[in-house]
């Protein structure tokens, strides 16, 4: 004997099969690659702020920061991986996450990459 279903089981049925497969869907958007056929290329790079204690003690440095790119060619994400001096941390990942690229592609489509760029605190510049 079959029973009757109502639409609105039908329904429900329906949404739990397609909100189970959503994730799977979201998660290749997410891919960040770091390996592109055409890599991102800087636009707008506007430098990082010279902290000012740091210019009175005649201070210099470096911090490499990791970045990912979204397909619009913004930065996505900022991460310091490694200072010489953690005073410039904090102007070096305003500055970064202010830049604008033209995005990396694979296979001709633009993609999220991940790059790491040194920003260099030096008052001669």
Do not use: C, H
Request: proline share 9%.
């Amino acid at each position: 004997m079959f029973s009757m279903i109502s639409l609105s089981q039908i329904s429900a049925v329906l949404v739990t099969a397609i909100v189970a497969l959503v994730p799977f869907r979201l998660s290749a958007d997410d891919t960040v690659y770091t390996k592109v056929d055409v890599n991102p290329v800087p636009i707008k790079t506007p430098p990082p702020e010279y902290p000012n204690d740091a210019k009175r003690l005649g201070t210099s440095g470096v911090v490499a920061v990791s970045i990912v790119i979204d397909e619009a060619g913004k930065v996505f994400s900022a991460q310091v991986i490694k200072s010489s001096n953690p005073d410039f941390d904090a102007p070096a990942l305003a500055a970064v996450k202010k830049w604008t690229f033209k995005p990396g592609k694979k296979e001709g489509v633009a993609v999220k990459t991940k790059v790491t760029v040194p920003l260099r605190f030096d008052l001669e510049d």
